[in-house]
């Protein structure tokens, strides 16, 4: 567990087939790409001890959508072994579907994240490379023990600023009629970190840009700071934030979001994954 620092960031890479562990745009699946300068190969360490336990777990947040890495009991999808990877809600019911352990291979700096109800994450797709998805390696209560199980952490450094939103086009009326909505649900801190006002927001398509827009007229921010000096978050199950950078999954599942404004404390505590550096 020593590659893994509580709050930082890192890429999970397959020794076997170079390939990045992804946060898939669905908002749910986890796959396997060669993208290494994404923020959807990036995750946010979490380290959790339950009371009782004899050592922490490692719970992995992604730095795209805010969800975590779940091993379910649900079969893997066909051409893929064992059981199913995806994305889960911080404030999931099934907290131990979260989490996992990381234990030295005996192969350089290799790690093995083993699942807390049994077997090991494995990377698929080495004979059948459209097969391009992550399942938990279990197979009829004996452990699928392969190098399609190991991986190497990459830890991301931090950036000094926030990267800039992706931008959006202007929406004609027609198609705003066709995107996608989802609720919103959301809260602003104080610069002490205290709710200062919340509700939820019927939000169309996935621009992240315009969503900081729309909330700030909800809030009346807009007059007395500029919509720039908003940003928004993602909780964890710790209650830690993480900014949202990215424009939001391509599904319809409601997102909470909690508004910092720039140059507060809670906003100097927030960090940033350099996912273009080398």
């Known amino acids: 567990m020593e590659q893994f620092h509580h709050g930082h960031h890192v890429r999970l890479r397959s020794r076997e087939l170079g390939t990045y562990l992804h946060a898939d745009e669905d908002g749910q699946g986890v796959s396997l790409h060669h993208r290494r ?40 999808p066909l051409g893929h072994r064992g059981h199913r990877v995806e994305q889960r809600s911080y404030n999931h019911p099934e907290a131990e579907a979260v989490f996992w ?61 926030m990267p800039p939103l992706p931008r959006s086009t202007r929406l004609t009326l027609p198609t705003a009629t066709m995107l996608l909505s989802r609720e919103i649900v959301y809260m602003w801190r104080d610069i002490h970190g205290d709710p200062i006002t919340g509700g939820w927001h ?11 827009e729309e909330l700030a007229r909800l809030l009346n921010a807009v007059q007395v700071l500029g919509v720039a000096d908003l940003v928004m978050c993602l909780p964890t199950r710790d209650g830690r934030l993480f900014p949202l950078i990215v424009d939001l999954p391509s599904n319809r599942q409601s997102f909470h979001i909690v508004v910092v404004v720039a140059g507060t404390p809670p906003h100097a505590a927030l960090r940033y994954a350099d996912v273009d550096a080398e």
């Open 37 to 76: 300068a994404s923020m959807n190969a990036a995750w946010a360490v979490h380290l959790y001890q339950p009371p009782h336990a004899r050592v922490p777990f490692l719970l992995l947040h992604s730095a795209a959508y805010g969800r975590y890495l779940a091993g379910t009991g649900a079969p893997a």
């Open 101 to 161: 352990l990381a234990v030295r291979t005996e192969f350089e700096d290799d790690v093995l994240l083993q699942h807390f109800n049994g077997g090991s994450l494995r990377a698929n797709g080495k004979y059948l490379p459209w097969n391009n998805g992550a399942s938990v390696g279990y197979i009829n209560g004996i452990y699928d023990m392969s190098t399609m199980m190991h991986w190497v952490v990459e830890p991301i450094p931090a950036r000094e600023t």
């Open 202 to 212: 019927m939000f169309r398509g996935r621009s992240v840009f315009r969503l900081r």
